[in-house]
């Protein structure tokens, strides 16, 4: 398999364009999930040549990233890791905290749990409009002079609040939310982040799970996952993105002998700088890799493609479900 690759700003190692995200290993909105199965998966992914590993304290209230710092021990040089800060969850209630107090108390916090005495990429989860965007820059600027984080980015920014993050500190990426359902970053974060040299790190990039081809009507969440409460998965719409993936599998298989998620992944791949995240929490999850390399889809699959949305979704729908609230 040759897997491809794409530089990051501050970065001394070629970075995988297919990373793998850890949200579910947490256990936390995602169902629960076995811990030995999901240090397994971190492996198996290193060994396949998946070298960037996409978490965050959130993620299960620092679980992901403990199991991260276990997986990586001894091989801690062949992987690429990012995780954020910017988020707190102390009352129980996840809320956005980017202050330079919280991001130096979250940094140490990371650094213990990931058993390293660095991190490659540093993002901001969540801009805090509560917090001038110079304090938690020149935050950021701080720790990347110290020596503890290599890069910095942010996730879920605008480019009006990119510019303004920019003035204080270099901005090597930004992750929102993007796949086939998703691309309100067409016109606004993907250009911005071409005209400025940033990566996209793409999350939801199968659009939690909906674009594996896996689901059907049947599929059911259980309390504790996020998808219950997405309105993609309930009902009418839940049944127009099925019949939309059915489709598009039909026609990935007949145009270029691969499945939807091969399809879902070369398409984020082809749309500029980007990078796929790809979550998952057992082995055989990791399964297609290969199928998303070496091969791009034309200008005519991509008005297939568009073609196929309009005539399934009538009622299409983002992922603002997910933003965390501010602090009171």
Known sequence: MSIEHIAIAGIDKPVSRIALGTWSMGGWMWGGADDEVSIQTLRHALERGINLIDTAPVYGKGHSEILIGKALKGVRDQAVIATKAGLQWDDGSVRRNATAARIRREVEDSLQRLQTDYIDLYQIHWPDPLVEQQETALELEKLRQEGKILAVGV??????????????????????????????????????????????????????????????????????????????????????????????????????????????????????????????????????????????????????????????????????????????
């Not at 599929?219 to 019949?243: C, H, M, N």
């Not at 998303?292 to 073609?307: C, M, V």
């Open 155 to 328: 996730s879920n920014y605008s480019p009006t609040q990119m510019d303004e993050f920019r003035e204080y500190t270099a901005l090597a990426t930004v992750q929102p939310p993007y796949n086939l359902f998703e691309r309100a970053i067409d016109s606004d974060i993907l250009p911005y982040a071409k005209q400025h040299s940033l990566v996209v790190l793409a999350y939801g990039s199968l659009c939690r799970g909906l674009l594996t081809g896996s689901m059907s009507a049947a599929t059911a969440f259980g309390s504790d996952d996020i998808r219950g409460v997405d309105p993609k998965f309930r009902a009418p719409r839940f049944e127009q993105y099925l019949a939309a993936v059915a489709a598009l599998d039909l026609y990935a298989r007949e145009r270029h002998g691969k499945s939807v998620l091969a399809l879902a992944l070369r398409w984020v791949l082809d749309q500029g700088p980007t990078i796929a995240l790809w979550g998952a929490r057992k082995p055989e999850q990791l399964k297609g890799i290969e199928d998303a390399f070496g091969w791009r889809l034309s200008a005519d699959d991509l008005k297939q493609i568009d073609q196929i949305l309009l005539n399934t979704i009538k009622d299409p729908v983002g992922p603002e479900f997910m933003a965390p609230g501010i602090r009171g």
